[in-house]
Nanobody, 127 residues
């Protein structure tokens, strides 16, 4: 079993920055992909960013390219999402997800690919 705990959410003004962190415990997830998803009220959950175990491959949604950066520290079992130039439309609950079975080079961006999920952290961007 894997437990994922997100932190770093909060309220920020448009143009500001936040840094989300996800700590994994339990069964090691170091051999799999990690991702950040978000869900805004009334909308479907979408992948914001994902990173392979090797960190060679990353995925970023078009809406966040150039503003959000995903990174990971396999030794610490953590994944981080640095969010800059935040916009009101980034307001959502952000979820960390793990896919321990992914190939080392793979960074999936579909929900069904991820087996474990955190509880989510709220990010609110005011205009």
């Amino acid at each position: 079993q894997v437990q994922l705990v997100e932190s770093g959410g909060g309220l920020v003004q448009a143009g500001g920055s936040l840094r989300l962190s996800c700590a994994a415990s339990g069964r090691t997830v170091t051999n799999g992909a990690m991702g950040w998803f978000r869900q805004a009220p009334g909308k479907e959950r979408e992948c914001v960013a994902a990173i392979s175990w090797s960190a060679d491959n990353t995925y970023s949604a078009e809406s966040v390219k150039g503003r959000f950066t995903i990174s990971r520290d396999n030794a610490k079992n953590t994944v981080t999402l640095q969010m800059n130039s935040l916009r009101p439309e980034d307001t959502a609950v952000y979820y960390c997800a793990a896919d321990p079975g992914a190939k080392n080079w793979y960074a999936g961006h579909f929900e069904y690919e991820y087996d474990y999920w955190g509880q989510g952290t709220q990010v609110t961007v005011s205009s």
